[in-house]
């Protein structure tokens, strides 16, 4: 595939910053949701927490995680980036993959469980241990993955660790 232009690959490179921000704006809204949900005093407003916070997840936080993942991929096949040529490309690869990972089989059932038991049950939920299980994985799942979010971006923008060495053939 030919490489991308200036222009092109500004725009593409605008894209995965806007998909990231997204992402990343996301989840520190649904840390602060859950931070608050831990005083919820009236069953509708602790079910309407888990609500907003399981919505979030569904329409922000997961296709902008899937924006980014597909705007990194493009960036790296159609750049000069390369997908194995820079430690720092390496490295938010596999911390993307990590939080795509948790987020996808632990944190999006946490808050969708914490979700409906709290409609079911209002403020008894919070004496339910499986309740309360969810609801402090989503709040710790969540602060998890901020922390890693940032760090990812502050790989983006200092870009550190180099190139890989390149191997001559003999």
């Known amino acids: 595939m ?26 520190l809204s649904m840390f602060l949701l859950s931070l608050r949900n831990t005083s919820s005093t009236k069953p509708d407003a602790l079910y309407a927490l888990n609500s907003a916070i399981t919505l979030l997840d569904d329409w922000i936080v997961i296709p902008s995680a899937i924006g980014s993942v597909v705007t990194a991929t493009f960036l790296c096949w159609v750049t000069n980036y390369g997908f194995t040529k820079f430690y720092w ?13 948790f987020g996808t089989f632990w944190l999006f059932p946490w808050g969708n469980v914490a979700a409906e038991l709290s409609g079911q049950e209002g403020l008894q939920a ?4 499986t309740y309360r299980f969810d609801a402090r994985g989503v709040l710790f799942g969540t602060i998890i993955q901020v922390l ?20 001559k053939e003999i």
């Open 148 to 167: 890693f979010l940032f760090i990812i971006i502050g790989i983006s923008v200092l870009k550190p660790w180099g190139r890989r060495p390149i191997k």
């Open 2 to 27: 030919p490489k991308l232009s200036v222009h092109q690959k500004n725009w593409l490179l605008s894209a995965h910053v806007g998909f990231a921000a997204l992402w990343t704006g996301a989840v």
């Open 126 to 129: 919070l004496g339910n241990s």
């Open 89 to 101: 490309v390496i490295t938010k690869w596999v911390l993307t993959t990590g939080l795509v990972v």
